[in-house]
T-cell receptor, first 113, second 115 residues
Framework: DADVTQTPRNRITKTGKRIMLECSQTKGHDRMYWYRQDPGLGLRLIYYSFDVKDINKGEISDGYSVSRQAQAKFSLSLESAIPNQTALYFC????????????FGPGTRLTVL | AQTVTQSQPEMSVQEAETVTLSCTYDTSESDYYLFWYKQPPSRQMILVIRQEAYKQQNATENRFSVNFQKAAKSFSLKISDSQLGDAAMYFCAFISNFGNEKLTFGTGTRLTIIP
């Protein structure tokens, strides 16, 4: 079984809808991350969490919110989706520090019409 | 702020040959880590290699090796004996050992393997 899972794998939604992307991990890592990938831009950090009580904004957090429900679960929400949030979204985890290897989930392809 | 530059949007190599992907970065820090990630068509991000900046020795993982030139801020990836399964996007990434947890990625190089 995969160590980092994301649901859904693909999602099409409409402008203005609220949508939640979920991430679960079985690696026992404390640190979890949400990234966004756009063509030609690489991956950019949206939010990251050191533990259940510690959540931090990344470089592109506007329009997004997160929830760390448990050590193993980290959700990303788009309160009111807009077309320019169409992208590939990745969840990642790392052990003690961000400099440790980050392990990525399979990604969620989100399309906002 | 750190930046990572991959100047080769696309590369191609004959199967069984060697190819080198370039990566340069800009930072004022001395303690950091560098990574190469592979993204095949399945879109999964897979770690290829990790390099600690304070280690002089270049990291290697089987057919993958890096040429880390700290003074030049260069971190190239060499793939030897290229195989069809190596076809993917390759991303170079940087993270400081201090400050925030931000992993900064380059824009990627698409590698095609020619049979």
């Amino acid at each position: 079984d995969a160590d980092v899972t994301q649901t859904p794998r693909n999602r099409i939604t409409k402008t203005g809808k609220r949508i939640m992307l979920e991430c679960s991990q079985t690696k026992g890592h404390d640190r979890m991350y949400w990234y966004r990938q756009d063509p030609g831009l690489g991956l950019r950090l949206i939010y990251y969490s050191f533990d259940v009580k510690d959540i931090n904004k990344g470089e592109i957090s506007d329009g997004y919110s997160v929830s760390r429900q448990a050590q193993a679960k980290f959700s990303l929400s788009l309160e009111s989706a807009i077309p320019n949030q169409t992208a590939l979204y990745f969840c990642a985890t790392s052990d003690l520090h961000g400099t440790d290897t980050q392990y990525f989930g399979p990604g969620t392809r989100l399309t906002v019409l | 702020a750190q930046t990572v530059t991959q100047s080769q949007p696309e590369m191609s190599v004959q199967e069984a040959e060697t190819v080198t992907l370039s990566c340069t970065y800009d930072t004022s820090e001395s303690d950091y880590y560098l990574f190469w990630y592979k993204q095949p068509p399945s879109r999964q991000m897979i770690l290829v290699i990790r390099q600690e900046a304070y280690k002089q020795q270049n990291a290697t993982e089987n057919r993958f090796s890096v040429n880390f030139q700290k003074a030049a801020k260069s971190f190239s990836l060499k793939i030897s004996d290229s195989q069809l399964g190596d076809a993917a996007m390759y991303f170079c990434a940087f993270i400081s050992n201090f400050g925030n947890e931000k992993l900064t990625f380059g824009t990627g190089t698409r590698l095609t393997i020619i049979p």
